[in-house]
């Protein structure tokens, strides 16, 4: 089964710019998506394409997705950021997350 | 504002049966496809089932086929989950998800999770 690897913490400070990594065989060649969980939270999409950003997500986060790679930047991070990432994919019928990443602002 | 309202978590034994439901509002329902997915306390994402608009499509994650059984009644805006043989590693926060279809399709709107513990 398809499988993708996120690393499980980054930090940041503060006005910083951080990016969190998601790789998959061949992941370019599938659509990536990223998703951000506040603390006691539901998950809410801030990515979506690989690049595009859904109404009332901020510039700050981008996203890019290249060869067996996909990362989510997010510039001038904000202590509202702090939560856990997750990218996800499509793999056939089936949608298959990313183990998650923790952000810490610092 | 679109809502998903999800119901009917709980605590549960090994090997019992649970059926959650998710009430949809202010969206046509019958036009969207849903999903569940499901996160164990302190533990990530993981997907568990889609059913298409119509019920002409569902789809499993391998960690439940065979004991989940997804179904919606378009009727009454409400989605579903028959969870048979429940196991403690079926213990997780169940959250309903609207599929929005883009070049490839996403969740755009999540319920709030409803809680199954499954434990003797």
Redesign the interface.
Known sequence: ?YELNQPPSVSVSPGQTVSITCSGGKLGD??T?W?Q?RPGQ????VI??DN?R?SGIPERFSGSNSGDTATLTISGTQAMDEG?Y?C?A?DS????????TKLTVL | QVQLVESGGGVVQPGKSLRLSCAASEFTFSLYSV?W?RQAPGK????VA?ISYDES?K?Y??SVKGRFTISRDNSKNTLYLQMNGLRADDTAFY?CAREVV???????Y????TLVTVSS
């Open positions: 089964s599938k659509y998506c998703y969980q539901s998950p809410a999409v979506y394409e595009k859904p856990d997750y996800q499509w019928s089936t949608v298959v997350f990313g183990g998650g | 999903h997915v990530g994402l993981e997907w889609a499509k789809y994650a391998d959250y883009t070049a490839i399709p996403y969740f755009d999540w319920g709030q999770g």
